[in-house]
Structure formats: structure tokens, C-alpha cells
């Protein structure tokens, strides 16, 4: 499975973006997607996950309420869209994938995921 991670980019505190993994290889129907980020001198943490089939989708408290996941099956590419942002959410994103279907607890475990793509930055900065 190959994942490209794009739509990073500098945004005013408040601002959006939205993120996109197109994921190839593999059987989507199968996919559990996650997105995480690393902010410089800290650890992966989790934001968000989605299984393809449809279900929960867990997010951190930090996000909740400001950010959405999504995903489109024709497309295979999954979403993160980021609304409000602060600059506390300045970091790289990393949206990974797990073969499938995992509890939301192990979803939110980084170690779960088999394949990683290369990371988008986003920075929230005036």
C-alpha cells in the first residue's frame, strides 16, 4: 500500500485546511485509515481514524469539534479537514493505514498502522 499525503501549508490561527491521503495497492474496503502529527521536540500523537467500511470515527479531544475525517471510495483518497486551527496545531501530518478493521482504542495507536506516508507540514502562524 502506497499513501501521498498533500494540502499542508501556512494558515492564519483560525483558518482551514484540508488534508488529502490518496492510498493505492491493497484492498480499500479493508482500510483503516489514520491521520497523526509530530510537532518539533514532541512525540506522534493521534488526531483521527476512519475505517473505509464506515463506523466510528474516533478523534482527539485536542480536535474534536475543529477537525473532520472523511473519505471517498471511488477516490480512495481519505480527508482531514482542519477548521479553526491554532498554532498549537502546527506539526507535520502523517495519515497511515492498517489492514483491517481494529478497535477505536487500537486505532489511536500509531503502532497499529502497517504502512505511513510521507507527511504534509502544516504550520498555524500570523
Known amino acids: 500500500v502506497q499513501l501521498q499525503a498533500s494540502g499542508g501549508g501556512l494558515v492564519q490561527p483560525g483558518g482551514s485546511l484540508r488534508l488529502s491521503c490518496a492510498a493505492s495497492g491493497g484492498t480499500s474496503s479493508t482500510y483503516q485509515m489514520g491521520w497523526f502529527r509530530q510537532a518539533p521536540g514532541k512525540e506522534r500523537e493521534f488526531v483521527a481514524s476512519i475505517f473505509w467500511g464506515g463506523g466510528s470515527t474516533p478523534y482527539a479531544n485536542s480536535v474534536k469539534g475543529r477537525f473532520t475525517i472523511s473519505r471517498d471510495r471511488v477516490k480512495n483518497t481519505a480527508y482531514l479537514q482542519m477548521n479553526s486551527l491554532k498554532p498549537e496545531d502546527t506539526a507535520v501530518y502523517y495519515c497511515?493505514?492498517?489492514?483491517?478493521?481494529?478497535?477505536?482504542?487500537?486505532?489511536?495507536?500509531?503502532?497499529?498502522?502497517?504502512?505511513w506516508g510521507q507527511g504534509t507540514q502544516v504550520t498555524v502562524s500570523s
Open positions: 497511515a493505514v492498517r489492514i483491517g478493521r481494529i478497535t477505536t482504542s487500537q486505532s489511536m495507536r500509531d503502532s497499529s498502522y502497517d504502512y
